[in-house]
């Protein structure tokens, strides 16, 4: 069976890029630890765009489902101080998905 990419497609205006930043090594290591989870990068734009992508891959679409509706929204519903949540970094979000059908790596 193919491993799974999901691409999460995150629109950020200049003057949130550092806050979305900043979040994301804050949380490092909280993805690394789930079942299936294979690989992970965050994607800045260099030019011509305001999106940022979050490349995951995992080992099946079952293992992706099981950290979403585990781990990924127990750390989404957690709130800071007094239970409010920080505002979001980005403006929209889409998520791209696909199935690995040929892959390559350094010799």
Known sequence: MPSVVKINVLTVPAEQREVLERRFASRAGSVEGSDGFEWFELLRPVEGTDQYLVYTRWRSEEDFQNWMNGPMKA??????????RPKPAASGSTLWSFEVVQQASPK
């Open 75 to 84: 750390a989404h519903q957690g709130g800071g101080e007094g239970g409010e």
